[in-house]
């Protein structure tokens, strides 16, 4: 027989069945249902473990604020852990599994952890496992991981798609029950646009789970009207299963909307969840209130809920949670839920209250200045044991207990901008304080104002003082009852626990314990206890746990104060937050004018900044990376190699102060370069360190094109608009970026002349075009085109720019008309190759550290004028003269091997810091040579050219003997490039 | 956070790059100051609990570098001046 606890009556459609399975056994609830109302339904109290003592446990609500009833939701790709039962929405064929629990939820073996609950008090692993200290890591914390935790997490893709979206409006209004409804209906029937979030699936919070009229009928009717007025408003946009995390920085709200949480499957073309990010100047926090406990001996076991969750499962879920139920109070709501269980035909066997006199309720035995001392039960309520007025104790057979302690308004979000809540003692709870997030107003219970009629008349007056409207719509007709509470947090009795907060099983006990510590500040409490921490927030614990440190440090609550809130109000998904941004699109990828010449060819491509680079091109036959790129360099340094360099950053620099920018940004003079020539160019940051290089041309008088390194292209032009706009802003220079504007080759090689006459039309002898030589050209009979005579390879080089759409083009015609000098194309590696060959400074060694000096390019920086870095790269420190060198490093035995990172020590010195030289910086092997070569900056390296040291890598276990020599490997002349 | 770019109005600040203080705008000339007054102008930074002025970088728009004056307890803005102005009315010239 399924669904033994249901009742007549609440809103589902009971016209429709859904099957489920809660740990492999079959269920059934209809839609409407969350799991936890169809578990009840089904008299399934028993949802969970807890974190510590794994002890059985039950929804305590019906709600976001959920401790206890977390479970695994799916299977596979879709599997999610820590998903709160009493908010998930129920489907046909939705799989749930309990967690943190072996081998079964009714027998887990880890709940030994509750018998032995003396050694897991707070603080425990501070104390406990201290030593040996090099346990912790190894042995303590990862048996402790085991044994506390949560769920578990699947280890498949995610197949779901999760996006980001920007939505903007004049009211954001948070929370959808009385008060939020009225502050939607009054901006909304004024023609303000509107966006209206819920968090349920079905709006009208509290509404939804009461018994109370509204406008004369009842408030789920009423809610369920004025959301279908809201939404034939096209001004109005209802977000439904939407919850608001957190209020950021002027105006802009986080929330999270799961668009097909509540289905099988997302519908085509829909994604899982959106995350929006809502602009609005105004908003309206009317989130309602959250019940809290009382903390009593054994108050944690499945059956025991707050009071008003029984009433919303009875009232909207037609649930009822136990067949005999009872009531603990110390508040005139909790006397609702007694009221409402009994017109429901729920046994309700006693209403306990804490409070001494008042008006007794008719119809129930109403105990007055009575408290629930104890429970039985162990995997779920059997019994409650109290003590009444006069001392004398009863045991009272009942299957469920509904416990009251008052409602604390959900100041959450208020307090996102480090506003304090503040103490209000009518209604015993805090409310927001004054402060909070500009254009936030705060309306109905979320403000401590707990009545029907309070939270509609307040949603109403916060909407017209956003929107400085004058009238509104009327009022319906809605109770107004007076909050009656006297607080009480725990009841003294006995040595037992009593849970505070049972998500992270925090008793009152462990309040003690932290007083008597001394960790008497909320702050401390709640880092001692891990009260209020993990998924819920504390959001039913945390004013109970400062409560009783108050009563024991015999301060006030306001004395004591509160922890605040961050974002996010409830946990969010990690696919949320990334959206789109996962895999192949994490970021941005950007290819180069030759990629799909190079992926026909089967290139291998390198990711350098976005850019997705060609590292080698394999020829049939080649199994191995090496045999690609040696064959590269050799077939370049024989003949004629072409290389894709469009990723290198490309700057227009035009105006009549462009020559005496330049002076001012590189380290070396630009204005005194003639037109139509190149000019390799040292680039500091204004302390001295080398932030860039590459090779500048004069195309013009007042015209000159930068090129920057392909990581700093960026950077470099950020700093140049800094330059010109914040340093120098009357200088008549103008800067754009081109790096997409030009396709850029390479032309390397003994032969590269011959091969661009073949496609260039105007005479570049070495005479008409000498050695960095720069010009406007045109290729292949008009196409215009841009040539530097400039040479990374230490060969004859060129490299020639065509507009981006054609450099696909170039390539292929370069390639079919120079076939005769059998032209190859190279990737990264054969680049770094030949320039390491060369002694050309690249990424190892423009690391962000070093100097000119170091590089050997000291001579570069002018003193004759003032450019950015100058005056600081004369300091003490930078300037020592024992400082680090560039060398170049080769093995003292051809077959010795050199890896990138080792370290410097002269022969026979221990492989210590005190002893270390220097390091290697990049090393490749060289073709050429016939071994490994290498750069590396090695303290007063200069001085060192012909020494023997060892180049020591402890991680690779490498000890090397090498020679120091200069860096200039190959043709140190330069009478290759000059040819 | 939201900036009011004085040319562009109100801009998300993610489309910005965000510098550091606004005094960087004050840079000595290398022609007649020395290393100390270098090293002040680089590395001496007052770090307010309040208003501070600061450098942003339109990167995603139209490539202005901003003078900014937000609270660092708040993050309210006050005022968003072109740095070029800024710079101007500093009296820097060439």
Redesign the interface.
């Known amino acids: 027989m399924s669904q033994s606890h249901r009742i007549p009556g609440g809103q589902i459609d009971r016209t429709k069945t859904f099957r489920f399975t809660f740990d492999g056994l079959p269920y059934t609830g209809h839609p409407g249902d969350t799991l936890a109302s169809a578990l009840l339904a089904n008299g399934v109290r028993l949802m969970g473990r807890s974190f510590k003592y794994h002890r059985p446990r039950g929804p305590i609500s019906a709600g976001s604020e959920e401790p206890n009833a977390l479970v695994e939701l799916r299977s596979g790709g879709r599997q999610e852990p820590n998903t709160r039962a009493t908010v998930a929405e129920l489907f046909d064929g939705l799989t749930a599994n309990s967690q943190n629990r072996w081998p079964s939820l009714r027998f887990d073996a880890m709940a030994i952890n509750d018998r032995l609950n003396a050694f897991f008090a707070a603080g425990f692993y501070y104390k406990t496992f201290m030593w040996p200290k090099s346990f912790w890591e190894k042995l303590y914390e990862p048996i402790i991981r085991r044994a506390a935790g949560l769920g578990s997490v699947t280890r498949e893709e995610d197949p779901d798609a999760y996006d980001k979206g920007f939505l903007h409006c004049e009211l954001l209004v948070i929370g959808a029950g009385p008060a939020g409804l009225m502050a939607a209906l009054t901006a909304g029937r004024v023609g303000r646009r509107v966006i209206l979030a819920d968090e349920d699936f079905r709006m009208g919070g509290r509404l939804n789970a009461e018994t109370v009229a509204v406008g004369g009928v009842p408030g789920a009717d009423w809610a369920a009207a004025v959301v279908t007025e809201l939404s034939a408003m096209p001004n109005v946009r209802l977000l439904s299963r939407t919850t608001v995390i957190g209020a950021?920085?002027?105006?802009?709200y986080g929330a999270v909307e799961r668009v097909s949480d509540h289905l099988p499957v997302p519908p085509a073309g829909k994604p899982r969840q959106i995350l929006w990010r809502i602009?609005t100047r105004r908003a309206i926090l009317s989130g309602g209130a959250t019940e809290r406990p009382i903390a009593f001996e054994n108050n944690d076991r499945p059956g025991i809920m707050l009071a008003g969750a029984l009433r919303a499962y009875a009232n909207r879920w037609a649930v009822k949670v136990g067949e005999r139920v009872a009531v603990f109070t110390n508040n005139d709501d909790g006397l609702r839920t007694a009221t409402d269980l009994q017109a429901r035909g729920v046994d309700v066997v006693a209403v306990i209250d804490s409070r001494e006199g008042g008006e007794m309720l008719s119809g129930v035995r109403h105990l007055r200045g009575a408290q629930v001392i104890d429970t039985a039960g162990r995997l779920g309520l059997k019994a409650i044991t109290v003590r009444q007025a006069n001392g004398a104790t009863e045991t009272i057979a009942v299957d469920a207990l509904g416990v009251s302690g008052g409602w604390n308004p959900n100041v959450n979000i208020h307090s996102h901008?480090r506003s304090r809540p503040v103490w209000d003692a009518g209604i015993a709870a805090f409310i927001p304080g004054p402060e909070g997030p500009?254009g936030l107003l705060v309306a109905g219970a979320a403000a401590g104002l707990l009545s029907t009629h309070a939270a509609l008349r307040s949603g109403r007056d916060a909407a017209l003082a956003a929107l400085e409207l004058t009238s509104g719509p009327d009022l319906p007709e809605a109770e107004d009852a007076p909050v009656r509470i006297t607080p009480l947090w725990h009841v003294s009795h006995g040595k037992g626990r009593a849970w505070i907060d049972q998500q992270n099983d925090v008793t009152v006990k462990d309040v003690k314990l932290a007083k008597q510590e001394n960790f008497t500040s909320v702050e401390h409490l709640k880092r001692y206890t891990t009260l209020g921490m993990a998924t819920d927030q504390g959001k039913t614990g945390n004013v109970i746990g400062l409560a009783i440190m108050a009563e024991l440090t015999g301060r006030s609550i306001p004395e004591t104060g509160t922890t605040i809130y961050r974002p996010p109000y409830t946990p969010v998904a990690m696919g949320a937050l990334a959206g789109r941004s996962r895999g192949k699109e994490f970021k941005p990828y950007r290819l180069t004018p030759s990629h799909h010449w190079a992926r026909e060819q089967g290139a291998v491509f390198v990711e350098v900044g976005n850019w997705l680079r060609t590292q080698w091109v394999p020829k049939p036959g080649e199994t191995e990376w090496r045999q690609s790129v040696d064959r590269e360099v050799l077939a370049t340094r024989r003949s004629v190699g072409i290389c894709d360099v469009t990723t290198l950053g490309k700057i227009d620099i035009q105006g009549t102060?462009a020559g005496?920018f330049l002076d001012r940004v590189y380290a070396n003079t630009f204005s005194t370069l003639p037109v139509g020539k190149c000019r390799y160019g040292l680039m500091l940051r204004?302390?001295g360190i080398v932030f860039d290089d590459g090779t500048t041309a004069r195309m013009g008088e007042h015209e000159y094109v930068m090129t920057t390194t392909t990581a700093n292209a960026?950077t470099v032009f950020?700093h140049l608009?800094?330059c010109r706009?914040?340093?120098?802003?009357?200088?008549d220079v103008q800067l754009i970026s081109t790096t997409e504007a030009w396709a850029q080759f390479s032309v390397a090689g003994p032969n590269a002349r011959k091969l661009l006459e073949k496609v260039v039309d105007q005479d570049i002898s070495d005479a008409a075009f000498p050695y960095m030589g720069a010009g406007n050209i045109t290729v292949c009979g008009g196409l215009r085109a841009r040539l530097f005579r400039i040479s990374f390879s230490g060969e004859l080089a060129y490299e020639i720019a065509v507009p981006t759409r054609y450099g696909d083009a170039l390539l292929r015609e370069m390639l079919a008309r120079g076939a005769e000098f059998d032209p190859v194309v190279y990737g990264t590696e054969a680049l770094g190759v030949m320039r390491v060959e060369k002694g050309h400074v690249a990424g190892g060694e423009l690391n962000g550290q070093s100097t000119a000096l170091n590089m050997g390019l000291g001579k570069m920086v002018s003193r004759k004028?003032?450019?950015i870095g100058?005056?600081?790269s004369?300091?003490e420190g930078l300037t020592d003269p024992d400082g680090y060198r560039l060398v170049g490093v080769k093995p003292v035995d051809p077959n010795g091997k050199l890896t990138a990172g080792s370290h410097f020590l002269e022969k026979g010195a221990a492989a210590v810091a005190a002893n270390d030289g220097g390091w290697l910086t990049s090393k490749v092997y060289s073709p050429h040579l016939g071994h490994d070569i290498a750069l590396g900056y090695l303290k007063a390296g200069d001085r060192k050219i012909g020494q023997r040291m060892r180049a020591v890598n402890l991680l690779t276990g490498q000890d090397t003997e090498v020679e120091i020599v200069s860096p200039h490997f190959f043709d140190p002349e330069g009478e290759r490039l000059r040819g | 956070m939201i900036i009011h770019h004085p040319i562009l109005g109100p801009r998300d600040a993610q489309e910005f790059v965000y510098l550091g203080d606004a005094s960087l705008i004050d840079r000595p000339d290398g022609m007649t100051a020395g290393i100390e007054e270098f090293h002040e102008y680089l590395y001496q930074r007052t770090n307010p609990a309040g208003e501070h002025r600061e450098l942003w970088y339109h990167e995603q728009g139209d490539r202005s570098w901003l003078v900014v004056t937000r609270n660092t307890v708040t993050h309210e803005i006050t005022k968003v001046e072109l740095a070029r102005d800024v710079a101007r009315s500093r009296g820097r010239s060439k």
Do not use: T
Not at chain 1, 248 to 252: A, E, L, M, R, W
Not at chain 1, 725 to 731: F, H, S
């Open positions: 950021f920085d002027h105006g802009i602009y901008h500009p102060d005496a204004e302390d960026v950020r608009e800094f706009q914040c340093l120098w802003p009357e200088m004028k003032d450019s100058m005056v600081l004369q300091r």
